[in-house]
């Protein structure tokens, strides 16, 4: 592990300091709130301790803005795909009570049913909205606080935002998640496979002898049930299954932003810095779709997402590969431009191998401005790691935001500088007419 030269840093060593052991401080007291999933109580205390810590540390006004969030969806829709599956086969074992005729056609339902009611609640699984009125809401809530040095509300100002989630992610009910997912993974999709192939099966032969009847309603049963198991047990809805977030992205947000809020010479006239801290994110994105939705005057700012920073292996995010969709190319290389010239290696997140799309399955936080056309990118640190988050990675993330910050908000002006010295190099050049001969 290489340990981050201080000297580097774009931060003051007594600022660098105070931001670490704020961030040390506030991550440990957000750990009163482990089991903070969507529209929880957990959630909402931890968006009110949010909120009233950031007002103390930047002296700047923070609010609570509420929302409706459904909980359960993204992840929490992959329960009942287990439920569903779990009345296919109930539908299929019925169709044994009939004759010929009818037993095909029950189990034709059960197989029309399977298939469309799958697709259905897949596409709440993945975030769709389409069936969404089947779910349950709650309300969530974003913490928002903006600064600027400027009071003129009719004033042009660019505007630079920091990203970070509070809410926790749903869990699984059995205590290893990683050994239950990779279970998953792989029963889930051969069991539906084979129980459509049963069902096509059963409706070509028949059901009429004995040895007919025992094949097909013995491995169905046994693949059936396996994965309709393994597929409702794979998230929990429970709160005290929860997977906590560590509150390390929104303590370093909350200390970026509070950087600039202090140190205002730090912040050019005409920007304005904004934080954001995220409820209901882990289902479905929620709380970014919300707060894009809420303010169409922020469509053309620059935003930087942090998430799941858990280990030490920061990257960067320039697309989502499952969506399709491209993060800014400019946040990008300004992130990891401030990475070099403080001496840390920053890579970018992969998505070559199935597994590596499948990590970022969910999405990122980013994918709601994106989809709006703001410019935006996430930092994440999950993946394999050889030692756990320490205070030496929190100095290099810390700093690397900050950096981030001032090289966003520094390029206009680098623009028009350059802009003002080729307009004065113009006015100096003498002109001559020049007469054909």
């Not at 989809?371 to 205070?391: K, M, N, P, Y």
């Amino acid at each position: 592990m290489e340990t981050f030269d201080v000297t580097k840093s774009v931060i003051s060593a007594e600022d660098l300091l105070d931001g670490v052991d704020f961030i040390d401080e506030f991550s440990n007291e957000l750990s009163q709130y482990p089991n903070r999933l969507t529209g929880s109580e957990q959630e909402t205390a931890c968006a009110r301790a949010i909120r009233n810590r950031l007002h103390d540390e930047s002296e700047v006004k923070t609010r609570l803005e509420a929302y409706y969030a459904t909980p359960m969806l993204g992840r929490g829709a992959l329960a009942f795909v287990g439920v569903w599956y779990l009345a296919s086969l109930v539908l299929y074992y019925i169709s044994f009570a009939g004759g010929r005729v009818g037993g095909a056609l029950l189990t034709a339902l059960a197989l029309v049913a399977f298939v469309s009611g799958s697709i259905a609640f897949m596409s709440l699984f993945f975030g769709k909205k389409t069936f969404a009125g089947l779910l349950g809401k709650r309300v969530s809530y974003n913490v928002v606080s903006e600064f600027s040095k400027s009071n003129d509300k009719t004033a042009k100002q660019r505007t630079f935002i920091i990203v970070d989630n509070h809410d926790a992610k749903l869990g699984g009910f059995f205590g290893d998640f990683g050994v239950f997912r990779k279970l998953t993974i792989l029963v889930a999709p051969i069991s539906a496979f084979l129980f459509v192939l049963f069902c096509i099966i059963k409706m070509a032969v028949g059901f009429d002898t004995i040895p007919k009847i025992t094949a097909l309603a013995v491995l169905p049963a046994i693949f059936g049930l396996l994965g309709a198991f393994a597929i409702f047990t794979h998230y929990s809805p429970f709160v005290r299954h929860a997977r906590q977030n560590n509150g390390v992205a929104t303590s370093v947000a909350m200390a970026t932003y509070a950087y600039f809020a202090e140190n205002s010479d730090k912040l050019p006239d005409d920007a304005k810095i904004v934080y954001v801290s995220l409820g209901g994110e882990n289902s479905a994105h929620g709380g970014s779709q919300a707060f894009v939705r809420s303010h169409p005057e922020y469509s053309d700012a620059k935003v930087l997402c942090l998430q799941y920073i858990r280990s030490s292996n920061v990257q960067i995010a320039e697309c989502d590969s499952v969506r399709n969709i491209k993060f800014s190319t400019p946040i990008v290389s300004m992130v990891r431009s401030s990475a070099h010239e403080q001496g840390v290696e920053i890579g970018v997140v992969s998505h070559d191998t199935p597994k590596q799309k499948l990590a970022s399955l969910h999405g990122y936080t980013s994918n709601a401005f994106a989809t709006a056309g703001i410019e935006t990118a996430s930092l994440v640190a999950t993946g394999d790691t050889d030692h756990v988050l320490d205070r030496n990675d929190v100095e290099k993330l810390f700093s690397i935001t900050v950096g981030a910050f001032e090289k966003l908000m520094a390029e206009k002006q680098e623009v028009k500088h350059i802009e003002e010295e080729t307009a004065s190099k113009s006015s100096d050049m003498e002109i001559k007419d020049v007469k054909g001969k």
